[in-house]
């Protein structure tokens, strides 16, 4: 059974970080692509960053470019993604969603690909 759950979500001010946390768990995550996506109220969930396993690469929102990393600790089953200069659009409920095979909705930050889902957590950027 795949699970995947997320954390780390808060309110945080306009130019503060935070750190989400996905720990999964399940049948051959460990070779599955995997990333961030999120929903904004009143707009189309958006895939944020993901990490393709079959190349081991990154892929980002171009809004978040040189804001966001996202990394992976297999050893202990958890993705990050690390958040610095956040703004006020960048309120949404993250979400952390997995792809088994292949790894095109991943690269192409397509949300209606991916596999299996968590089920969020909110950031909120207020001042």
């Known amino acids: 059974q795949v699970r995947l759950v997320e954390s780390g979500g808060g309110l945080v001010q306009p130019g503060g970080s935070l750190r989400l946390s996905c720990v999964f768990s399940?049948?051959?995550?460990?070779?599955?692509?995997i990333g961030w996506f999120r929903q904004a109220p009143g707009k189309e969930r958006e895939g944020v960053s993901c990490?393709?396993?079959?190349?081991?690469?990154?892929y980002y929102l171009d809004s978040v470019k040189g804001r966001f990393t996202i990394s992976i600790n297999n050893s202990k089953n958890t993705m990050y993604l690390q958040m610095n200069g956040l703004n006020p659009e960048d309120t949404a409920v993250y979400y952390c969603?997995?792809?088994?095979?292949?790894?095109?909705?991943?690269?192409?930050?397509?949300?209606?690909?991916?596999?299996?889902w968590g089920k969020g957590t909110l950031v909120t950027v207020s001042s």
């Open positions: 990490f393709t396993r079959r190349d081991e690469s990154t």
């Open positions: 969603a997995t792809e088994f095979y292949g790894g095109n909705s991943c690269r192409a930050l397509r949300p209606s690909g991916m596999d299996y």
């Open positions: 399940g049948h051959n995550l460990h070779y599955s692509s």
